[in-house]
C-alpha cells in the first residue's frame, strides 16, 4: 500500500499533477482537470482541510469507520490529520466531476471561523454517512465553490480573505443544513443508534476516561445509549457485521494510526494516552487488527 502524508497543500497538487495553486494556504480543484490514479490501493493524510463534491468517481474509498463509494455524487469533508484509504480498480483515465476545496489552518488562523470550524461534526469521524445532495442542493454547493475559486485567483487585496471566509462559512452552514434534511429523510431508528454511538465513543476516546479508565466496555457504552448490551450488538451486527467490542477496538485503532501518523510521541507514550496500563497489550492489539506493529506503521509515514 502507498502512504502519502501532504504537509502543504502545493505538495498535493504536485502528487497529482496540478499546476501550483494560486495561493498557498487555499485551493479549488475543478475535478475535470484531475487524471485518473494509477490502480493502487493507498493511504492519504493532509495536513489541511479537505472537502469534496464528487460525481462519478469510481473509486472505493475508506473514511474513519466507513465505506463509500462515489459512483453518484456525494459530498465528503476531512480535517487535518485523517487518514483516508483509497482503492483505486481502474487504471485507465475515468471521467468525472465536481469539486474539492482544501483550506489550511494557517489561512484561519485570528479568525472566528478557527475558532467553531470543529463545531461542523461532519468534520469527525462520527458522521457514519457521506452527505447525498439534491440537484437542486448540489448547484449551491457548485456555485459557492466557484465564488472561492474566482476571488483567490483575483490579485489579493485586504478583502481577500473576508470574502474567501464569508463564503467557506456559508459553504458549511449550507452543508450543516444539507446533513439535517438527510437525516430527516432517511431517519431510521438503528442509524440514530449508530450515529449515538459514535458520538459516545468520541467524547469518551476525547476526554480524561481513556487514560483514568481504560477501554470503555459494552455495558458501559450501552448504558450510555439506554439500551441493553444484546440490542446493541444485534443493531450493530446488521449494520456493520461487526460486534460492540470490534466496533470499540476499530475505533480505538483508527485513534492509534492518527497519533501514530501525526504525532511524535512514542509508541509507548500513545498506548498510555489510550488507556493501556503495558504498551506490549496495545501493540499486540494493534498488530492483530492492521497485521504490522505501530512502529512498522509509523515508518511508513516516514
Not at 481577500?160 to 437525516?183: C, G, K, P
Not at 485503532?253 to 497489550?281: R, W
Amino acid at each position: 500500500m502507498l502512504h502519502k502524508r501532504f504537509k502543504t497543500i502545493s505538495e498535493f497538487h504536485r502528487f497529482r499533477g496540478l499546476p501550483k495553486p494560486e495561493h498557498p494556504l487555499i485551493s479549488v480543484i475543478n475535478l475535470e482537470s484531475i487524471g485518473s490514479l494509477p490502480a493502487n490501493e493507498m493511504s492519504l493524510v493532509k495536513d489541511f482541510y479537505s472537502i469534496a463534491l464528487k460525481r462519478d468517481f469510481k473509486i472505493k474509498m475508506k473514511y474513519g469507520q466507513q465505506d463509500f463509494d462515489f459512483d453518484e455524487g456525494v459530498m465528503f469533508f476531512m480535517a487535518p490529520g485523517q487518514v483516508l484509504r483509497l482503492e483505486v480498480e481502474f487504471e485507465t483515465p475515468i471521467k468525472q466531476s465536481g469539486w474539492m476545496l482544501h483550506v489550511h489552518p494557517d489561512f484561519l488562523w485570528n479568525t472566528a471561523l478557527a475558532k467553531h470550524i470543529k463545531d461542523y461534526e461532519y468534520f469527525d469521524y462520527s458522521v457514519n454517512e457521506a452527505l447525498f445532495l439534491s440537484e437542486k442542493e448540489e448547484n449551491i454547493i457548485s456555485g459557492i465553490m466557484q465564488n472561492i475559486q474566482q476571488e483567490y485567483q483575483s490579485n489579493i487585496d485586504n478583502f481577500s480573505q473576508d470574502v474567501i471566509i464569508a463564503q467557506l462559512e456559508l459553504l458549511l452552514t449550507y452543508s450543516q443544513r444539507f446533513y439535517q434534511r438527510q437525516f430527516i429523510t432517511r431517519r431510521i431508528t438503528n442509524h440514530k443508534i449508530l450515529a449515538a454511538l459514535e458520538e459516545t465513543l468520541t467524547k469518551y476516546f476525547d476526554s480524561e476516561q481513556l487514560i483514568n479508565e481504560g477501554l470503555p466496555t459494552v455495558q458501559y457504552i450501552a448504558g450510555e445509549l439506554n439500551i441493553s448490551p444484546n440490542y446493541l450488538g444485534e443493531v450493530l451486527k446488521m449494520l456493520t457485521g461487526q460486534s460492540t467490542q470490534h466496533h470499540i477496538h476499530d475505533r480505538l485503532i483508527e485513534k492509534a494510526k492518527e497519533k501514530l501518523s501525526t504525532s511524535d510521541l512514542t509508541v509507548s507514550e500513545i498506548a498510555y494516552e489510550l488507556g493501556f496500563v503495558h504498551p506490549q497489550s496495545f501493540s499486540r492489539l494493534f498488530k492483530s487488527k492492521t497485521t504490522v506493529s505501530p512502529a512498522k506503521f509509523r515508518q511508513s509515514f516516514n
